[in-house]
Nanobody, 130 residues
Framework: QDRLVESGGGLAQPGGSLTLSCQTS????????FGWFRQAPGKEREEVTC???????????YYVDSVKGRFTISKDKSKKTVYLQMERLEPEDTAMYYC????????????????????WGQGTQVTVSS
């Protein structure tokens, strides 16, 4: 069984909203970093957002500039699910979206050390079109 399972993708109109879900079967949301990546045809994979639990203080959250103010990453420990709330969608957001995770270690951060992501879901397609 997959350790990360994405859902919630689909077709949205420009300016619309979608919420993606990433449910994990065995990863602790307090001990593992989680991220959302996307890849459009012919383009490189891009880190959209991620969240790293930190040893001290609040969790570190990263957003790529193109989605700041529009996308929000969150997690629900009771449901063992990480969410990506996407608002004011643009055609440029069209891509396959992947959830990923790694065990968060002291001295690493999910945006600076994005190469640490090694647990991946199968992806969910998001298409933004009129």
């Amino acid at each position: 069984q997959d350790r990360l399972v994405e859902s919630g993708g689909g077709l949205a109109q420009p300016g619309g909203s979608l919420t993606l879900s990433c449910q994990t079967s065995d990863l602790s949301l307090d001990l593992y970093a989680f991220g959302w990546f996307r890849q459009a045809p012919g383009k490189e994979r891009e880190e959209v957002t991620c969240i790293s639990p930190m040893e001290f203080g609040p969790a570190h959250i990263y957003y790529v500039d193109s989605v700041k103010g529009r996308f929000t990453i969150s997690k629900d420990k009771s449901k063992k699910t990480v969410y990506l709330q996407m608002e004011r969608l643009e055609p440029e957001d069209t891509a396959m979206y992947y959830c990923a995770s790694y065990f968060q270690t002291i001295g690493t951060r999910c945006d600076i050390n994005s190469d640490l992501f090694h647990i991946w879901g199968q992806g969910t397609q998001v298409t933004v079109s009129s």
